[in-house]
Nanobody, 115 residues
Framework: QVQLVDSGGGLVQPGGSLRLSCAAS????????MGWYRQAPGKQRELVAT???????NYADSAKGRFTISRDNAKNTVSLQMNSLKPEDTAVYYC?????????WGQGTQVTVSP
């Protein structure tokens, strides 16, 4: 069973920054794609950013230019650097890891952007 542990959320003012981290219980080289999703109250879970095993990245339009996803294969972690945060970024953020064998989710970490 793969475990993903999300961390790094918190309360931040608009314009501030946060760095989310996802730690996997196995080598992240086992996964073809890892990513971050978010779910705001009353809304569906949506893609924020993904990164492939080869390092190719993809971002939601709302994240482009503000968020950066990265991976550290040695530490088995995937991070999401979030800058210029807006109130509409408030949500629970979830890490996801996928391969032919796995489709695993972290427990989520709350991000609240408020004055």
């Amino acid at each position: 069973q793969v475990q993903l542990v999300d961390s790094g959320g918190g309360l931040v003012q608009p314009g501030g920054s946060l760095r989310l981290s996802c730690a996997a219980s196995i080598s992240i080289l086992n996964f073809n794609v890892m990513g971050w999703y978010r779910q705001a109250p009353g809304k569906q879970r949506e893609l924020v950013a993904t990164i492939t095993k080869g390092g190719n990245t993809n971002y939601a339009d709302s994240a482009k230019g503000r968020f950066t996803i990265s991976r550290d294969n040695a530490k088995n972690t995937v991070s999401l650097q979030m800058n210029s945060l807006k109130p509409e970024d408030t949500a629970v953020y979830y890490c996801n890891a996928r391969s032919i064998l796995f489709d695993s989710w972290g427990q989520g970490t709350q991000v609240t952007v408020s004055p």
